[in-house]
Each structure stands twice: as C-alpha cells, then as structure tokens.
C-alpha cells in the first residue's frame, strides 16, 4: 500500500521553443515517496587534457526513484523537483495492488540541468 510522505513538484514537458528549446508547463505540488537517491561525482571516460596523462573531468550523477500518486502528472521528460534538485523523468511504470487497482506511479529519474 502507497503511503506518500514528501512534496514534491512536477513540469510537464510541453514542447520546444523556435529556438529549440524545452518548454515546461506550470509547476504542480504533488505528494511522493521516495524509493531511492544516489549523488556521486564519477570520472568520465573522456580524459579532461590532451596530454598523455591518465587524467579524467568528474561528473555529477545523480538517480532517484520516486513514487507518485495514480493521478500524478509526470511522463516522460517531465521534470520533478525535489530537495533543492531537479531531476528528468527516464522512466515510468504503474503499480497496482493485489486486486488491480492502479496504487502508484513509480518514475526513475536522473539529475537535470538547463543545458540539455
């Protein structure tokens, strides 16, 4: 049984801009869960100089999973925010109980940035 214990807010990807750009639609409060939240800072495998040294640039990788209400609003490419970072939706699947009854929307997500 789903039992929501955070907030959290969820955009709608709603399309593209003339300039290319993500459009969002408006931030909605939602009540979750949260299953999982990893932050780490791994090496890339693109060395970060062009000299032969065995040197790597560090990214942030982040992944949460999420439980959402049945009614919830996020899809695909949606974007949720939650604890002062903003995740992208990679995935979605719905849950359901024993008797079939649609319980809850589980989504993993991987940290967002502007730049994408």
Known sequence: MFTP????????????????????????????????????????SVRADSSASRGNAREVVADLVILLEPKTTATIDSIIEFGGDMYVVKSVHKRFDIRGKHDHTEAACTYWSDKE
């Open 5 to 44: 214990n955070q907030f959290c807010f969820v955009r709608a990807r709603n399309g593209y801009d003339h300039f290319g750009l993500a459009k969002f639609g408006l931030r909605r409060k939602e009540r979750c869960a949260i299953v999982k939240m990893i932050q780490q800072c791994n090496k890339t």
